[in-house]
């Protein structure tokens, strides 16, 4: 019997879908995007005309290739119109599409050259966890804003109190403000920052009071801020992407009232095969 046109599509459509969910098939994907990365840092070295015609092959062909799975995604999934709804399909397809610029033009060798190290990114839209991880630093921004500014209210008053006392010890950095900042930034990250207060010491020997409240502020307050931020928006997301597998499944995850209802059940059950 034959099958009309839109039979014959459901059935390549349900074929591609099975490709798309297929463990072997993503892992592959991945594969191919990590020979991608090995590929540009090869192309740093120099390298023998053969070689160079062998990555030059291998370019064309990842290019075809993510080409090819990017139409595979697009073809099976179930609502096209809101296929590019998604930043991640939308994001794949633009990698993919500037891809395409040939590179053997020396005009466009440089470009295409750097276009093809973004490709790179698309492990994060390929693995969950990291489209994960990337979604909850940026969804964490907002609040980490207030936590920058007011960690740049503290730079700021102890840079203009280090460029006041220490600019005339050393004026390559405390000459001003904003050498003093980049000074802070180096003890901040403790870069020989002993170095940096000895050396204040010999003039102002308690100036060790000034490095040491500097660095609990920055080094360990404020991080710890950024660390609980992160990982508080980062908890939500994953409850979040654990939520959308359960709707997918049709099921709702259990809240605290129905597991109390459940434990009561279980308890009534209990007590009534004690009585018997």
Not at 2 to 20: C, L, R, W
Not at 70 to 89: G, L, Q, V
Not at 252 to 272: C, G, V, Y
Request: proline share 3%; charged share 20%.
């Amino acid at each position: 019997m034959n099958q009309t046109p839109d039979s014959g599509f459901a059935k390549i459509q349900y074929k591609f879908e099975k490709i798309k969910s297929n463990k072997a098939f993503e892992l592959f994907v991945i594969s191919i995007i990590v020979i991608s990365a090995l590929l540009i840092g090869a192309k740093t070295y120099p390298l023998a005309p053969s070689v160079q015609q062998a990555t030059l092959i291998m370019d064309y062909f990842i290019t075809v290739f993510f080409l090819a799975e990017i139409s595979i995604r697009f073809i099976a999934d179930p609502n096209k119109k809101r296929f590019f709804h998604s930043f991640w399909n939308c994001f794949d397809s633009l990698i993919v599409l500037v891809s395409l610029v040939p590179i053997d033009n020396s005009e466009m060798a440089v470009i295409g050259r750097l276009i093809r190290v973004f490709r790179v990114l698309r492990m994060v839209s390929i693995i969950p966890e990291l489209r994960i991880l990337l979604t909850s630093l940026v969804k964490a921004l907002p609040q980490l804003g207030y936590v920058m500014l007011l960690m740049f209210i503290i730079f700021y008053i102890y840079a203009a109190v280090g460029s006041t006392l220490f600019s005339s010890i050393n004026e390559t950095l405390w000459g001003d403000i904003t050498i003093a900042l980049l000074t802070l930034f180096r003890v901040m990250t403790f870069e020989d920052w002993t170095d940096v207060m000895y050396e204040t010491m010999e003039v102002y020997p308690l100036s060790w009071l000034y490095y040491l409240t500097f660095i609990f502020l920055s080094a360990f307050a404020f991080l710890n801020m950024v660390i609980g931020i992160v990982v508080n928006v980062m908890e939500q997301e994953h409850q979040k992407a654990r939520a959308d597998k359960l709707a997918e499944r049709g099921e709702t995850e259990p809240t605290l009232s129905d597991l109390k209802a459940e434990l009561a059940q279980i308890k009534a059950l209990l007590e009534k095969k004690h009585h018997v």
